[in-house]
Nanobody
Framework: QVQLVESGGGFVQPGGSLRLSCEVS????????MGWYRQAPGKQRELVAD???????NYADSVKGRFTISSHKYNKTVYLQMNSLKPEDTAVYYC????????????WGQGTLVTVSS
């Protein structure tokens, strides 16, 4: 069974840093693309950053210059380094992956809470 396993959320003060990790577990598939989304209370889920099949990196304007995504499709992991965190970054962060086995499938992690507060 293919699933995403996330780690790294937590509580941090404004200006602090956190690193999220996500691994695609299972076998018999290849990873096509990976990324991170977030959902704050009362808001829709939004893209934070992703790494496409071609290797292009995309970031939400609100995190550019502060967050860095890195992915390693061969070992099926993706990381999100978050620096200079702000209270408005508080949200549940979800790992996302597009995998290919008999076709393309979109997978979601269980979510990890990031709280930025003084």
């Amino acid at each position: 069974q293919v699933q995403l396993v996330e780690s790294g959320g937590g509580f941090v003060q404004p200006g602090g840093s956190l690193r999220l990790s996500c691994e695609v577990s299972g076998s018999g598939f290849t990873v096509y693309a990976m990324g991170w989304y977030r959902q704050a209370p009362g808001k829709q889920r939004e893209l934070v950053a992703d790494s496409t099949h071609s290797g292009a990196l995309n970031y939400a304007d609100s995190v550019k210059g502060r967050f860095t995504i890195s992915s390693h499709k061969y070992n099926k992991t993706v990381y999100l380094q978050m620096n200079s965190l702000k209270p408005e970054d508080t949200a549940v962060y979800y790992c996302n992956a597009i995998v290919e086995d008999s076709g393309y499938r979109e997978l979601w992690g269980q979510g990890t809470l990031v709280t930025v507060s003084s």
